[in-house]
């Protein structure tokens, strides 16, 4: 066995040996209920949580970790640890807040209770974002002392929130957090076994549309008939949103992207979507494609009159929630004026429609062929014997565009324990500890490579 075999395989052996410690770790982060929203749970939980990171990753070895307050009053965790001479720097990023757990009748066990199931670790953030800060501490409890590289280490508390409060602060303190590659751990990979980096996120443009009609609702039996129904009518201007294959058609916008990473099996997507026997998938062309690479719409609510207590009167005015993911390549604010547009256009029996913008995120795209990636490639290839895969994801991490604007030199991998059958945002989240093994010893075993390439510069 060369030295280089036997470092990789004495650092594997150290982290399974620290899988029992992990569990415990991961079962107190989980059994802290940090939801950054006050009106379901206290903010003391949110800064409990903050300070349980303070003493772990001070144990873990870095240095000066302590709480920031952010210009949304949550508090991120940050720490560090200097380079050695010629070394470079690598920031660890993660968050500690998490999703409420939604409809705990659902969960089949506490949601806040770490639970062993099927060979998997079942609990409201076991795997978003908490499996990923107990991978960063397995990395950097393996390399104890032996740590090549400068590390910076910030943990978010709000991220779940949207709120913005860490974005903020890194644009107000640039040099604090700045690093040669930034490692934003909050994704994952696109099965279990197989290593994947996030290389694109689609941004959004959300809005409000209001439709009206009458100047107060009406019997619809002395009126119903030529009376026009703003209901019926803003049912008409979403469906305009779609083709008859349920492909998103906003005028303006193009449909037909391609995506050029790895692909997303149909039957896999249908399994990990939950999509019921008989149901269609909408749209047309390949699953990645349409997830990755083309706009894509959702109706995420509407104010009408509810099926229980609903009188028999034709709706005066209605409104909805529609939100609209963007890929790469489309600027978010021509989004949201093509989506305003088109349904502005699309109103029958002129209506009136209101529109009332709640914001954009950009979408993002990372450069894929620098030395931290060829350093992550090598270690997924040492942990798992194969070579690393790219994938995009649906949702937005708006801090990434805010990463990228203040350190363009920067290389930005999005990675993490995170897959498809975590059920991350949902009832019954879950992580399989193999992801949290194997990850770790990616992370550490990348930190060693990322540190060689700086030595050969």
Not at 65 to 72: A, F, M, N, R, S
Not at 206 to 211: F, G, I, R, Y
Not at 380 to 399: D, F, N
Not at 408 to 430: D, Q, T
Request: charged letters at 25%; proline letters at 7%; a negative charge.
């Amino acid at each position: 066995m060369n030295e280089d075999a036997a470092a990789q395989d004495g650092l594997a052996r150290r982290i399974a040996g620290l899988m029992p410690r992990a569990k415990a770790d991961l079962a107190e982060l989980v059994a802290i209920p940090s939801v950054a929203d006050p009106r379901l749970y206290p903010p003391e939980r949110c800064r409990e949580a903050a300070e349980w990171l303070v003493g772990a990753f001070a144990e873990a070895g870095l240095r000066d970790v302590h709480l920031v307050e952010t210009p949304d009053g949550s508090h991120a965790v940050l720490g560090h640890r200097p380079p050695p001479p010629g070394a470079p720097t690598v920031l660890l990023y993660c968050h500690y807040d998490v999703q409420p757990p939604l409809d705990e009748d659902a969960w089949t066990s506490p949601p806040f209770e770490l639970t062993e199931r099927d060979g998997r670790w079942y609990g409201r953030g076991s795997a978003d974002c908490k499996g990923n800060i107990v991978m960063h501490l397995t990395a950097l409890r393996a390399l104890g002392d032996d740590l090549p590289v400068g590390v910076k280490f910030v943990a978010e508390g709000s991220e779940e929130q949207g709120t913005g409060g860490l974005e903020e602060y890194v644009k107000a303190h640039v040099d604090e957090l700045h690093a040669d590659a930034l490692l934003v751990c909050d994704t994952g990979n696109a099965a279990v076994g197989v290593p994947t980096a996030t290389t694109t996120l689609r941004g959004l443009a959300n809005l409000v549309v209001t439709v009206s009609t009458l100047r107060g609702d009406l019997h619809s039996g002395m009126f119903g008939g030529p009376a026009p129904d703003a209901l019926a009518a803003l049912i008409r201007i979403l469906d305009s949103l779609r083709a008859e294959d349920g492909s998103t058609r906003i005028t303006g916008l193009d449909a037909d992207g391609v995506w050029d990473g790895v692909g997303y099996p149909e039957q896999q997507f249908r399994a990990d979507a939950g999509v019921l026997d008989g149901v269609d998938l909408t749209g047309g062309g390949a699953v990645a494609d349409r997830l990755w690479a083309r706009p894509a719409v959702t109706v995420l609510g509407i104010d009408c009159a509810r099926v229980v207590g609903s009188a028999a009167a034709v709706p005066a005015t209605a409104r909805a929630r529609v939100s609209l993911r963007v890929p790469p390549g489309t600027d978010p604010e021509a989004a949201l004026d093509a989506l305003t547009g088109h349904l502005l256009a699309a109103a029958p029996w002129g209506a009136k429609v209101e529109v009332e913008p709640e914001g954009t995120g950009a979408p993002f795209r990372a450069a894929t062929d620098g030395r931290a990636y060829a350093a992550l490639d090598r270690a997924v290839r040492e942990v798992y014997g194969r070579e690393i895969s790219y994938l995009g994801q649906g949702g937005s991490i708006p801090l990434c565009n805010v990463l990228a604007g203040v350190y363009p030199e920067a290389e930005i991998i999005l990675m993490g324990v995170e897959e498809p059958r975590c059920l991350i945002h949902a009832p019954n989240e879950s992580v399989d500890p193999a992801e949290i093994e194997h990850m770790a010893q990616v992370e550490a075993l990348f930190l060693r490579h990322y540190a060689e390439t700086a030595a050969r510069r």
